[in-house]
Structures are given as C-alpha cells and as structure tokens.
C-alpha cells in the first residue's frame, strides 16, 4: 500500500522530515558520494592498523560508542605495554545528520588513531529534529562521565585496560562536534573528573555561528559538505523552540553564554578552513578566548572548505592536507 506521507522539510541530499515526525536520512545526492555515507561495521580483528568494537555504555537509554583501537607490536615505536592517549569524539552534522559508522569517519579516525597512535571513542549522539538541543551536548558529555567511571573502577570495558591512558584525554570534534568540544570542556571544567585529566581539545572547522551574517558566510563558495541552506535549515531543525543561532550552543563566544573568562578550559586546538563559510566565526571565537586568556592555537587549512578531509578517498591533493591535517593533529597530542 503506497504511503500517504507528505515531506514538511526537506535539506537538499541528506535529510527529509515527514508530517508525521518520521525522519529520513538516506543519502540523496550524486551518487560517487553514496560510499561516504556507507555503514562500516564493527570488526575485532585488526584491518588498515586498527580494530573497532560498538559499546552501549547505558542500558537504560541506548548510548553507544565506538571504540577503535591501534595495532601494536614490535614494528611500532610504541611498546605495547605503554598505556596511549584517548580521544574522546563528537560528529559533526549539523546536530542532525552523520553516524560514527560512516565511512567517511572510519577512513579518517583510523588514520588519526594509528598516526597519533592512541585510542578513539565516538559517540553516537541522539540527533534533530527528533531530538534538539542540548540532547547531543548531553550524550556527549554522558560519554565523558562513563570514561570517568571506568577510569575509577566502578564500571569497566576490556578495550581499555591494555590501551587507554586516562590522563591524556582529548576532546576531539569535527563542524558542530566541535561546539559540542567546547560544551563538554566546559562542563568538565565546572567538575572534578578524577582520576582522568582533561588534556585538550580539537575542534576541526566548528559550526559556531552568529544570528547576523559574516563576510564569509555572505560570500563564500558553497561545497557539497556545506552549503547556507544546509546551515539554515540544520540548525533550525536543532535549536530549542524559540532559540536564535546566538543560543550559547551554537554561539559560545556571544552574549548568552557563559563568560569565556570565567571556564575552566583545557589547551584547545581550532582547526579553521581558509574557505570555510563559517571561518569568520571560528576566528572570532578565537580571538574571544585569547582576550578570555585561554590558551588556544589556530591551525588554518589553506584553500579548502567546510570539513575538506572528508573527501580525502576521492582526491589526491585532498588526501595530501589531509594527512598534514592528521600530522599537525598528532603533534598537538604529542606536546600535551
């Protein structure tokens, strides 16, 4: 019997809202992109230097991460019984697209974790509009306190007794993980969280925004990553009713947020995109945390747009930055 459903909003290649609140989330745009957005699922065995397991970390509601982990042996420079660096990792999506399975994070976390050499945990977060703000932020940040909860013995996961120095902790988070970096370093730094350390954070091309329009999101070029109706429509769909892009989500450096000065905030790394629509607002959060005296580096990827990297299966030169993207990466973990 042929469904009577009607489309009520509709985000061009990713996303169909149907009146009667179902989702769709099937790629719908040129299909040489389908792959990126294939499942990859969970494999014990090492394949391309890592293996990876799904874990729910609460039976009551679902939480689940992925874990990878490095291959170790006696070819790497790293002996096996040394404990490694954690990341701790939020997807991007614009709050309601994207999965840790998708191929496009497989093939860029596996590189980041046997480069860096450590352990990822991703989180897949609860997404709009079936859940808005700040359901993601508080996934993610549940995220962190189940590895606090590890770390202090009253829960356990295998994967990490062997692996996971709990003192190296990085938040790391790609578009709008990135907000979702700075929502979880900012709760944490309001807790005690021994015995881990908080060691850093990573937001590579953050989705902060402004309600008023930047020079960049004015003018520009769109990307298939990216585009101004993607922004639009995404964060609309994600906002609490009657929230405005200066929610402090979405605009942490604006006026209804907590005052930068007054976090407690790990070394944080902003990756910003030369060509990025967002990349005015990166760089303003930037400076707003220099002048809050946070301590912050700004790592510009020349020439490229929103989230670039994720193309990297697809375009030699794309796959050169990426891999100086993933180097620049490690040695910010290396130096904290």
């Known amino acids: 019997m042929a469904s009577n459903k009607k489309i009520v909003e509709e985000v061009s290649n990713w996303l ?8 769709d989330r099937t790629w719908t745009g040129p299909p040489q992109f389908q792959f990126l957005m294939d499942s990859v699922p969970p494999h014990d065995d090492f394949i391309h230097g890592v293996a990876i397991r799904d874990v729910v970390i609460d039976s009551h509601s679902g939480l689940t991460v992925r874990i990878y982990i490095p291959e170790r042996n006696r070819d790497t ?38 480069s860096a050499r450590a352990v990822c945990v991703s989180v897949y977060l609860r997404r709009a509009p079936e859940h ?11 995220a962190f306190l189940w590895l606090c909860a590890v770390a202090r013995g009253d829960t356990s996961e295998p994967w990490f007794e062997n692996h996971a120095d709990f003192k190296r902790v990085f938040l790391i988070g790609d578009s709008t993980g ?22 850093g954070g990573i937001a590579i091309h953050p989705g902060f925004l402004r309600a008023k329009p930047s020079k960049s999101y004015n003018e520009f070029p769109e990307t298939p990553m990216l585009t101004r109706d993607m922004i639009n429509k995404l964060i609309s769909m994600a906002l609490p009713t009657g929230a405005t892009k200066d929610h402090p989500i979405t605009c942490p450096m604006g006026p209804l947020a907590p005052p930068l000065a007054g976090l407690k905030l790990p070394p944080m790394l902003v990756v910003v995109a030369e060509m ?23 790592l510009m990827n020349h020439g490229v747009g929103h989230c670039f990297y994720f ?16 180097g620049d990466i490690t040695n910010f973990v290396s130096r904290h």
């Open 16 to 23: 169909r809202v149907f009146d009667d609140g179902t989702v």
């Open 132 to 142: 808005p703000l700040p359901a993601s932020c508080d996934d993610a940040y549940a």
């Open 311 to 326: 193309a990297m299966a697809m375009d030699e030169e794309i796959a050169i930055q990426a891999n100086r993207l993933i």
């Open 77 to 114: 420079d790293i002996p096996v019984e040394d404990k490694l660096p954690l990341f701790l990792h939020f997807h991007g999506g614009g709050f309601c697209i994207t999965a840790p399975d998708y191929y496009m994070y497989y093939n860029f976390y596996r590189r980041l974790v046997t």
């Open 178 to 199: 990135g907000n979702i970096v700075h929502d979880v370093a900012a709760r944490a730094g309001g807790n005690n969280t021994e015995p881990v350390r908080l060691a």
């Open 276 to 298: 990025d629509l967002l990349r005015d607002w990166e760089l303003e959060y930037c400076e707003a945390m220099k002048e809050a005296g946070k301590e912050v580096e700004i």
